[in-house]
């Protein structure tokens, strides 16, 4: 394919620009204070759709936050792409802990990333990546060379649990048809380690509520003759993992696939360093499941963690308080074959029989997905490999993510098709935390390499 690299060359400052402007709106899916940003956005990204080059652009209402679908359509012949984003993103919380505010772009140097880093929320999770489709589809358009059929799905709900696109892909089969499903919403191992992410883990959230005496009680009067919820909710908690680091409820291993020994061994040729692993964090030593790597820990393997806990006084000096209610926000990232719902299930269960008879406990599910696995021996696969190969020189690597988009179980329930996950951030680019940022090389990077999959897709569903 001709001009890319010229076009992106040429047109690389205006592209940061329109990265940097959406990025300035708090499209924050989580609070309500923001309502109106986060439909301000999904307004932003049907003008940018249009501006692009595609034929049909829609904002489709839903009980939630609207879906901006669009289209192009070059013959109805040819393979069609379903490219799936968020124009949501996390609340920027702790916000004294950013260098920058998080919703004023700017560009700064770093030592991943000497060309450059937009930080902001955002940035790399999920609109930097989502808009690197935006501009390859402008690029495909502009110079008259788009292979293919390309639809775009961009949802406002990700980082909520994606509710409202259930909805709406299960009303809209038809007009979301297509052959493959493309998402740039992960990671890639380095920027000269290119790797393509063929597994997602699946997640079950819970918040857990523990309560003791009616009313918060003076803690001397009546300390040590009832129940701590405090108390008695870190016990239970601590009892959920055991001393090799095994979850403890029953029945929670029962479904977890079991990778073979050459499995793990093909995961274990992976570029790693333990070092700089622990450096790049600041721990002395890593922790998790007995005999597993890693590697594995944060793929292949489930886990349970508290994501907050709290209850009680936790305000300036001291309070002599027993509390009435102790609570914590728990989660269980899951592998293939575990069924978000049934762990669930286990979980509140276990949770329920392990409380002692002097608190009452309430397990309330937030939300959840199954984990997913991609083969790579399918035509996605390999049109994204060849993809990487002409623009990073090297063939990708690929790997399984420990991180969870539930909604691509669903997708390939309801339409049928495999998801391609072209992910271009990088571990330490902070998604989620303070002061996200994305590389500016690994953005013009994957608005180069989308348009050759587009390409090779074509060709090899010939
Ligand atoms: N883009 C992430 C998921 C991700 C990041 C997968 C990096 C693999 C590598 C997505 O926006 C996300 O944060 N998902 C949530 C789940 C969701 C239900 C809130 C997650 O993984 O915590
Ligand atoms: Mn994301
Ligand atoms: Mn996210």
């Known amino acids: 394919m001709q001009n890319i690299h010229t076009y992106v060359q040429e047109h690389k400052d205006r592209f940061i620009n329109e990265l940097l402007e959406l990025l300035k709106i708090p499209s924050v899916s989580a609070d309500t204070a923001y309502k109106d940003d986060v439909i301000r956005t999904a307004k932003e990204i049907e003008k940018s759709l249009r501006a692009a080059g595609c034929d049909i652009v829609e904002i489709c209402e839903t009980p939630g936050y609207p879906i901006v679908y669009g289209e192009k359509i070059v013959d109805k012949n040819l393979p069609t792409v379903l490219v799936y984003g ?15 505010p998080p919703f004023e772009p700017v560009i700064k140097k770093t030592e991943i990333h000497p060309e450059g880093a937009i930080f902001a929320r955002g940035s790399c999770d999920d ?22 059929n390309v639809k775009f799905m961009i949802e406002g709900e990700e980082e909520v649990g994606s509710k409202s696109l259930s909805w709406f892909v299960e009303r809209n089969q038809e007009k979301l048809a297509n052959d493959v499903i493309l998402i740039s919403d992960t990671g890639m191992i380095a920027k000269d380690v290119p790797s393509i992410t063929t597994g997602l883990r699946g997640l079950s959230y819970v918040e857990v509520e523990v309560t003791g005496p009616n009313r918060d009680l003076h803690s001397g009067l009546y300390g040590g003759a009832v129940a701590n919820p405090i108390n008695i ?20 291993y029962d479904k977890v696939e079991d990778l073979s020994a050459e499995e793990r061994a093909e995961m274990a040729k992976a570029p790693f360093s333990l070092d700089n692993y622990k ?10 499941e007995e005999g597993y790597t890693t590697n594995e820990r944060n793929s292949i393997r489930p886990t349970l963690d508290v994501n907050g806990i709290w ?85 990708p690597i690929p790997q ?58 074509t060709e090899l569903s010939k």
């Open 86 to 100: 968020h124009y949501d993103v996390q609340p920027p919380d702790p916000i004294d802990l950013w260098d920058s």
């Open 279 to 288: 450096k790049s964090l600041d721990i002395n030593a890593v922790y998790g």
């Open 311 to 395: 209850g009680g006084y936790t305000g300036e000096g001291a309070k002599t308080v027993i509390a009435s209610k102790a609570y914590a926000k728990i989660s269980m990232r899951l592998v293939p074959n575990q069924d978000w719902e049934e762990i669930t299930e286990l979980f509140s269960k276990h949770f329920e029989n392990i409380a002692p008879e002097a608190v009452t406990v309430k397990v309330t599910p937030h939300h959840g997905g199954q984990g997913y696995v991609t083969p790579i021996d399918n035509v996605g696969y390999k049109a994204a490999s060849k993809a990487y190969q002409d623009t990073f020189g090297k063939t």
């Open 127 to 148: 609109k930097g990546q989502m808009y690197m489709h935006v501009k390859a589809l402008e690029i495909m358009t502009k110079t008259g060379q788009l292979p293919c």
């Open 233 to 252: 909710l870190t016990k239970m908690i601590a009892s959920l993992h055991d001393e090799n680091n095994h979850i403890t409820v029953p029945g929670f």
């Open 400 to 457: 399984r993510s420990g991180g969870s988009i539930p909604i691509v179980s669903l997708f390939e329930k309801e339409l049928k098709s495999k998801t391609i996950l072209m992910g271009f951030g990088l571990d330490s680019d902070a998604i989620h935390s303070p002061n996200e940022h994305f590389g500016v090389w690994n953005y013009l990077k994957g608005i180069e390499t989308i348009p050759l999959f587009y390409k090779y897709f």
